[in-house]
């Protein structure tokens, strides 16, 4: 066994077992088989004017208590680990046990999960045991972000049910976010415009969209800087998840101030990989829930 | 040392420290049941740290067990063990000044150990939280109580030692082995030190000690004051010697296996958990016979039972042994084990243990022992007996809800549906634990208010009375330590 180093430490750990074992089983027998020592006695030691201990012999339900529960440890110790490197007749162990469960697991609900690879998006949004199993790994796994109801947290996580998509909205989109996470990077603004032009391009940002756009000082500096990401017309980029900003939609904040600080200090949001957490037919029952 | 046994020196016990103890015990009670309750509140009412950190349940929750186990449970130890040790070995403490320092700095150590838990120094050991400086202050007064109780061990005028010093011995010297060696640790700042082992070995030396302090303190310390005061009490002996040795060697022996229990399908090697698994079991005849030799000995004095809230304590609390040392060794075996751990199970095993067997004998023997004190009756035996009502009553709500939330958890939580997918979110199943945990809030204030009340019974009861200067009685000859130097009891010493 990997976790012994040497045959003496395996040694030890037997010795030690079955030593201690066998002068349990003796006191046992001595009680109850030997000479007891106040039975000589005239009487029984008294302490403290009136303390003194009984000399009833132990009940004979015990002896077969202690020593049933003795057998059973002694079988135990046959057939599962616990004498040092001997590895017990079953030759469990936690790995062994696991990878039972695991085939065990693949037997029973194999042919359903494959079955779901199959399935189009529209039947499994109609499928109730599916989108339950969708619901309940969301809760457990996205919703400590993205919140309980899906709808983001201000200023830190997208909102997952509005029409606005950060990388895209098809389902395979989708399910490139989770499985292999998403690093959106927009550099900080400050150093390279200054502090007068972040607060023009922002004005300019907040009222894209609208037809007076154009004519406010921001315009120029947002069309030399800002459009190989975010589009001239501010539609934004889902390759790069540079978002849309030609909206009313925002991701950390849309008051002047919320936008200054995104474009001055820049925005690194990061949607982790689920990848090595959450299987194929996991990650297929989440998207069909996001798509429903 | 003076005038030993010369004509006409009465020696009297040193009691005085043991009451002081008792009171202090009974602040800790109030106190740390108070943060109990507290954090009982917070399961149902998240918000109640009011975005304070000294507040979160994570800062308060240490301050509960700390603060129970070491504030409640060792100054009561420490004040019953030097009651009967001086009784049971016929002569006073030895070292008393000492036993003085024990009581007073034990007391600062709980204190600014609480204090410096709820400012977040932690080494984030269960029940081994306290930083570096507080292990070394433990482990020096530790030390001081180890000299003088066996110190008047070792002075004792009558040869045999009775079964609750074995008891007690075996806490202090079991408890000083596990605290130094699991807190082995190089300090880096004056709140801050790492431990000396690693991933799985630390794992395992932790729990070992967490066990053990389980085994020895909660368990064995407490069964020295079951050995001494129940007899006592009921005026009857301790009805099975020989069951009381074999119990005390199987209890000693299989304990120190049954930590990694605690790790069952962790990282640690498996013999490691299955010799675990298997001593826990073992466990269940010594923890037994315990129970069984506690209950005869006053099955001659049932009468007593009826009228005496302090013996209904006691038995009561004995009832409660067994129940939690029966749960102990259902929840170590693995398959068990893996619903039961992580759940509320766990906590209802806990109190059932907590409530049921140490508060329960502790306020019997308190009850007992605080009136002798001061040579007075009770101030009211109703309210006593109004306390056991609550007390019972706490402590069964509190395992029921409890249980029922434990053993829903670790169903819900492995329940899986036709996809293979969980059947819960751990969210679900969380927030329909809230009838459970105000069920618990509500068993636990029934049982703090009881503790209270016993404070206000006892309190009145010392009010304004000194404590008794009791006479060491003679020993009979038979048993006699003969010393050759002076003869120890004043009246020998006339021939
Ligand atoms: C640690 C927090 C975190 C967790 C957990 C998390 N996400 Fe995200 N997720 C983010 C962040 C941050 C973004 C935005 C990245 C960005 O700024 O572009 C994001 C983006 C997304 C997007 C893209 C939104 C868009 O508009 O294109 C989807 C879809 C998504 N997450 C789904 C999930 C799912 C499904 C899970 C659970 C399996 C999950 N997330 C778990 C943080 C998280
Ligand atoms: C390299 C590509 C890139 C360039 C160039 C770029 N951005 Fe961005 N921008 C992004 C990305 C990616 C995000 C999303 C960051 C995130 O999700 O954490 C973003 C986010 C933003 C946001 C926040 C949007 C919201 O919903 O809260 C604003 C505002 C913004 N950019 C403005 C600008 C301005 C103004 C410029 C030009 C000065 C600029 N960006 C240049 C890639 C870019
Ligand atoms: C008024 C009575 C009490 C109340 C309301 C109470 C409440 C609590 C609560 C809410 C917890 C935290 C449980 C969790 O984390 O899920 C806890 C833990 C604990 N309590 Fe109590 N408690 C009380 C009395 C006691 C007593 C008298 C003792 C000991 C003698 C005790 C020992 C413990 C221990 C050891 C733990 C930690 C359990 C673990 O980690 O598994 N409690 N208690
Ligand atoms: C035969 C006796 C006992 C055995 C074999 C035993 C066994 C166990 C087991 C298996 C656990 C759960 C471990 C886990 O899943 O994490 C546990 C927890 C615990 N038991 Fe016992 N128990 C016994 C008696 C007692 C008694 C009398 C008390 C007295 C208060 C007690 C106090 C505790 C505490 C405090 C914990 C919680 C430890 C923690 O996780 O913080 N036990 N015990």
Known sequence: ?292 | MKGNGMLGEAEYYHDKVVMRLVQFSMLWAVLAMAVGLWLAAEFVWPTLDFGQFWLSFGRIRPVHTNGIIFGFGVSALMGTAFYSVQRTSHVPLFMPKLAWFCCYAWQVVVLLGGLSLLAGWTSTKEYAELEWPFDIAITVVWVAFAIVFFGTIATRRIRPIYISNWFYGALIIVIAMLHIVNNLEVPVTIDKSYSLYAGAQDAIVEWWYGHNAVGFLLTGGFLGMLYYFLPKHAGQPIWSYRLSVVSFWAFTYSYIWAGPHHLHYSAIPEWVQSLAMVMSLVLLAPSWATMVNGIMTVSKAWPKLKSDPALKFIVLSLAFYGLATFEGPMLAIRSVNAVSHFTDWTIGHVHSGALGWNAMVTYGTFYYLVPRLVGRELYSTRLANIHFVLALAGTLLYILAMWAAGISQGLLWLSVNTLGELSFSFREVMSSMKPYYALRLFAGAIFWSGTLMMTYNLWRTIKGANVLKVLIPPVPARWRINKSVAQPVGVEAQA
């Open chain 1, 1 to 292: 066994m990997a976790d012994m180093p040497t045959d003496f430490w395996s040694g030890w750990i037997v010795g030690l077992a079955i030593v201690g074992f066998a002068g349990l089983v003796m006191l046992i027998f001595g009680i109850y088989f030997g000479k007891q020592p106040h039975e000589e006695a005239a009487e029984a030691p008294v302490w403290d004017s009136d303390l003194s201990e009984g000399n009833n012999p132990a009940p004979l339900w015990w002896f077969w208590l202690i020593l049933a529960l003795m057998v059973f440890c002694v079988m135990y110790l046959m057939l599962y680990p616990g004498l040092g490197s001997y590895a017990g007749a079953l030759h469990w162990s936690q790995q062994s046990q696991y990878e039972q469960h695991h085939a065990e697991f693949a037997t029973v609900h194999d042919p359903a999960r494959h079955a779901l690879a199959e399935t189009p998006y529209a039947t499994l949004a109609q499928d109730t045991v599916a989108m339950s199993s969708a619901a309940r790994l969301f809760a457990d796994n996205c919703a400590a972000c993205h919140g309980a109801d899906a709808k983001g947290q201000h200023n830190l996580f997208p909102n997952l049910r509005d029409s606005d998509w950060l990388w895209g909205s098809t389902p395979e989109q989708i399910t490139q976010t989770i499985t292999a996470g998403r690093n959106a990077v927009m550099i900080p603004w400050l150093s390279v415009l200054g502090e007068e032009k972040v607060k023009q391009v922002a004005s300019y940002v907040r009222a894209l969209g609208t037809p007076q756009a154009d004519d406010l000082p921001g315009h120029a500096v947002f069309m030399q800087f800002c459009i190989a990401c975010h589009g001239a017309d501010g539609s934004g980029n889902q390759l790069l998840g540079a978002p849309r900003l030609n909206d009313n939609i925002w991701l950390y904040g849309g008051s002047q101030a919320d936008v200054e600080l995104s474009i001055a200090k820049g925005r690194t949001g990061q949607m982790p990989s689920f990848a090595g957490r959450l299987d194929a037919t996991d990650i297929r029952l989440l998207v069909a829930w996001l798509t429903r």
